[in-house]
């Protein structure tokens, strides 16, 4: 499956923002979907997943509460809603999918090309 990410951008802190990720192919409801985010000079990590079939949610702690994941299995298309956002927020935010369920980024074997996001204080 292909992703294409979009809406990054520049935001000040406690606003928010929408990521898309809309995929290729006819088999969106096979996978888990997540997003993960890469920092300068920081590991990739992950942020949101959203499971195949009953589209269980999972976030890390640091955006629990403030970050919602969803998808549209008719569009073809996941989300991340980001509410709140703190300037520790700024990475450059990928989606992946994965046939499995999991939150390492090992388990996901199809990536998006990242979209930016800066949150300023």
């Known amino acids: 499956v292909q992703l294409q990410a979009s809406g990054g951008g ?3 802190a406690g606003g928010s923002l ?3 990720c809309a995929t290729s192919g006819r088999t ?3 996978f888990s979907m997540a997003w993960f985010r890469q920092a300068p000079g920081k590991e990739r990590e992950f942020v949101a997943t959203i499971t195949r079939g009953t589209g269980s949610t999972y976030y890390a702690d640091s955006v629990k509460g403030r970050f919602t994941v969803s998808r549209d299995n008719a569009k073809t298309t996941v989300y991340l809603h980001m509410d709140s956002l703190k300037p520790e927020d700024t990475a450059v935010y990928y989606c992946a999918a994965s046939r499995t369920f999991g939150v390492t980024a090992n388990l996901f074997d199809s990536w998006g090309q ?3 996001v800066t949150v300023s204080s």
């Open 28 to 30: 969106f409801t096979a």
């Open 10 to 12: 520049l935001v000040q």
């Open 18 to 20: 929408r990521l898309s």
């Open 114 to 116: 990242g979209t930016q």
